[in-house]
């Protein structure tokens, strides 16, 4: 049964947010960490304190309990519960949490779409407050906003040294709808949107996407299509391929196969894209052994 409804929030502003927030010591296992200032020092000096691995210092990891989406294979899922129990923060309590070892912020969740002018308050003053040192702010998202808070989303994390991380869960339409409950048109047009910031700040980069590989669904045709949008727009941008591991509604499922993950690496590079990864490769299985590799 899809929860619809437990994926909607009413009530958060941008003075209170439904969220839960913790540390994670840098480098992190972030989806971006193979190409971001905190993870590999990319834009060093002047968006990350160390030419290599952010060592020492911390990210603010901000889990708004709410998603626009409703994914079948939702990795995320326990924020529906969390949802329940609610847990009001306002946007300077938020900033007090952000010490002087903390050198990014990264809003997810569920995602920081239904409460995002909570987060644009939030970051806004922690960057005043912070005035002078470097505090990068970065989304972790399915990009369905709106086009006009994306932009103010945008400028925060261009000025900052931060990024945007766009989920491109699937490029047919018509599969997108089954397996996330909604259409994927908006989140390709603000994909498109923030290609064109991406070319202002190329070190280190804007602007990262990425798939969950779901065994069955997202295959290398799917992949080849998403990866040719990609490089239509621009052929740096980065590129990761996730691997899928069963939950939530999709507990029946194998994790992605090493094959399969290698056919969608060959599919998006032959799109064009310099700058393609696979990520969760612990995950990967053999499928002709039906084991663990
Ligand atoms: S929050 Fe941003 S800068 Fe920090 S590790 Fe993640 S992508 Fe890199
Ligand atoms: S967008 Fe992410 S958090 Fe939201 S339902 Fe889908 S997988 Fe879960």
Not at 51 to 77: H, I, M, T
Not at 80 to 90: D, E, F, H, I, Y
């Amino acid at each position: 049964m899809r929860l619809a409804t437990a994926s909607k929030l009413t009530g958060a502003t941008a003075e209170k947010g439904n969220l839960s927030w913790y540390y994670d010591p840098l480098p992190t296992n972030c989806v971006a960490d193979w190409i971001c200032a905190g993870g590999i020092g990319s834009g060093y000096p002047d968006f990350t304190y160390c030419p290599g691995p952010e060592r020492g210092y911390k990210n603010l990891a901000v889990f708004y309990q709410a998603c626009s989406f409703d994914c079948l294979f939702c990795q995320n899922w326990h924020y529906r519960l969390a949802a329940t129990k609610q847990n009001w923060v306002s946007p300077m309590e938020l900033v007090d949490a952000v010490d002087d070892r903390t050198s990014c912020i990264c809003y997810f969740g569920g995602d920081p779409t239904p409460q995002l002018p909570h987060a644009l308050r939030a970051s806004r003053l922690a960057l005043d407050k912070n005035k002078g040192r470097i505090l990068r702010i970065c989304w972790e998202t399915n990009g369905s906003m709106h086009p006009a808070s994306l932009k103010q989303a945008a400028k925060l994390s261009l000025d900052s040294g931060g990024c945007i991380k766009f989920d491109l869960k699937a490029w047919n339409e018509k599969l997108h709808i089954a397996l996330c409950g909604i259409s994927n048109k908006r989140t390709l047009e603000n994909f498109s949107l923030l290609a064109d910031y991406a070319k202002r700040r190329p070190v280190p980069p804007f602007l990262i996407a990425s798939t969950l590989l779901v065994p069955g669904y997202i295959d290398e045709q799917e992949v080849s299509n998403i990866a040719r949008f990609i490089a239509s727009l621009d052929q740096n941008i980065p590129y990761a391929l996730l691997a899928f591991h069963p939950d939530f509604l999709m507990t029946d499922l194998p994790t992605t196969s090493l094959q399969h993950a290698e056919r969608c690496l060959t599919a998006a590079k032959e799109a064009g894209l310099c700058r393609v990864r696979l990520g969760n490769i612990h995950l990967l299985r053999n499928e002709y052994q039906d084991d663990w590799i």
